[in-house]
């Protein structure tokens, strides 16, 4: 079955502690995306990867890092430098699509609360 | 850069009638243009997409949209709305210059379905 996992489904985070939320896919897709989403806000790129061993910052990058170490996975890790870490976090993963067409698809992503 | 107006934040509709929800856009070029749902606490589920080529295009669900270049515009419709379509809906708009195909999302539109 394909598709896109995030895990864990809800994460808390205490004062000071590094978190990382993991993300799956198993499409073969080489573009994959971190989007935070707040309410009222849309979503926003933290980071993504177009390809293993790159990546690049997205709008909000600040506070967050990722690595891109396989094809299939590419984790986010929450650092203590982002104040406001309490957000609902979206894994997307691009399918090449015919002639240019290129997609993006989602994870059913994870939610961070800070204690 | 880029940016997609939903100025819709939230509408209701009764069950059978017809729905038109709204994105307005702003680019450079041509726009690729995408509808996504989001139920509460999950992902984004991909309803439409446009390229290129005939402007009104059909999604799942039973949904369409139609992009108008002289309005900026790529409005989400559907003729008979179920009382499972109660979710929220985002516009984006997204581009293939060397960018990684970054999306930018609207704020969303909250739909509620009255029975």
């Known amino acids: 079955d394909g598709g896109i996992t995030q895990s864990p489904k809800y994460l808390f985070r205490k004062e000071g502690q590094n978190v990382t939320l993991s993300c799956e896919q198993n499409l073969n897709h080489d573009a994959m995306y971190w989007y935070r989403q707040d309410p009222g806000q849309g979503l926003r790129l933290i980071y993504y990867?177009?390809?293993?061993?790159?990546?690049q910052k997205g709008d909000i990058a600040e506070g967050y890092s990722v690595s891109r170490e396989k094809k299939e996975s590419f984790p986010l890790t929450v650092t203590s430098a982002q104040k406001n870490p309490t957000a609902f976090y979206l894994c997307a993963s691009r399918d090449p699509g015919q002639g240019n067409q290129e997609t993006q698809y989602f994870g059913p992503g994870t939610r961070l609360l800070v204690l | 850069a880029q940016s997609v107006t939903q100025p819709d934040i939230h509408i209701t509709v009764s069950e059978g009638a017809s729905l038109e929800l709204r994105c307005n856009y702003s680019y450079g070029a041509t726009p690729y243009l995408f509808w996504y749902v989001q139920s509460p606490g999950q992902g984004l589920q991909l309803l439409l997409k446009y390229f290129s080529g005939d402007t009104l295009v059909q999604g799942i669900k039973g949904f369409e949209a139609e992009f108008k270049r002289s309005q900026s515009s790529f409005n989400l419709r559907k003729p008979s709305v179920h009382w499972s379509d109660a979710a929220e809906y985002f516009c984006?708009?997204?581009?293939?210059?060397?960018?990684?195909?970054?999306?930018?999302f609207g704020t969303g539109t909250q739909l509620k379905v009255e029975l």
């Open positions: 990867s177009q390809i293993v061993n790159d990546f």
């Open positions: 984006a708009v997204g581009a293939a210059t060397g960018g990684g195909n970054k999306l930018t």
